[in-house]
T-cell receptor
Framework: AQKITQTQPGMFVQEKEAVTLDCTYD???????LFWYKQPSSGEMIFLIY??????QNATEGRYSLNFQKARKSANLVISASQLGDSAMYFC??????????FGQGTELSVKP | NAGVTQTPKFRVLKTGQSMTLLCAQD?????MYWYRQDPGMGLRLIHY???????AKGEVPDGYNVSRLKKQNFLLGLESAAPSQTSVYFC??????????FGQGTRLTVV
């Protein structure tokens, strides 16, 4: 069954350091996509990065990179050089070929000055 | 571009009342989704649609119905509201393989 798991309810990181947010998934569909979203305290959902199941290279978008380990079914988000504005909830999500898009429970990231 | 628009943004209902939440997108997206967000629970999928005239159940469909009569609109209905349906509701839309765009959310309180 399609499943997404984020095991870190909360994380702290020092400003300017890198942080990794964990995400594991389960699916029997060979075609799927993995997404990360940011939700600041204002509530909107902001798309960060996407990785397709057939992509050979890890996705990168500015300070965000996705560490995709297909055999381990993990899709961890790495944020480099953390900024105070990175403090937010972060959600991992997966969509299978049939279109169903589900989310993990989220990780609350706090960046310390 | 308006993107994804949810109506209303806030609503208070009495137990047993009914209401419809409207989601409208102007990006010609095939896929549309309804989620509810509760503290500590992340976003849980209620129902979704992969095209006009189609709907499918998500993770928490009980107590909700949906319709997608037009490609740009996805309606979420609560026939008899319960306090357990107090939540923030998000609508989203996407092309089949790309990221989903979200509305601003609807805060619903059932008393």
């Amino acid at each position: 069954a399609q499943k997404i798991t984020q095991t870190q309810p909360g994380m702290f990181v020092q400003e300017k350091e890198a942080v990794t947010l964990d995400c594991t998934y389960d699916t029997s569909d060979p075609s799927y996509g993995l997404f990360w979203y940011k939700q600041p305290s204002s509530g909107e959902m902001i798309f960060l990065i996407y990785q397709g199941s057939y992509d050979q290279q890890n996705a990168t978008e500015g300070r965000y990179s996705l560490n995709f380990q297909k055999a381990r079914k993990s899709a961890n988000l790495v944020i480099s050089a953390s900024q105070l504005g990175d403090s937010a909830m972060y959600f991992c999500a997966m969509r299978e070929g049939g279109g169903k898009l589900i989310f993990g429970q989220g990780t609350e990231l706090s960046v310390k000055p | 571009n308006a993107g994804v628009t949810q109506t209303p943004k806030f609503r208070v209902l009495k137990t047993g009342q009914s209401m419809t939440l409207l989601c409208a997108q102007d990006m010609n997206h095939e896929y549309m989704y309804w989620y509810r967000q509760d503290p500590g629970m992340g976003l849980r999928l209620i129902h979704y649609s992969v095209g006009e005239g189609t709907t499918a159940k998500g993770e928490v469909p009980d107590g909700y119905n949906v319709s997608r009569l037009k490609k740009q609109n996805f309606l979420l209905g609560l026939e008899s509201a319960a306090p357990s349906q107090t939540s923030v509701y998000f609508c989203a839309s996407s092309y089949s393989s790309l990221e989903a765009f979200f509305g601003q959310g609807t805060r619903l309180t059932v008393v």
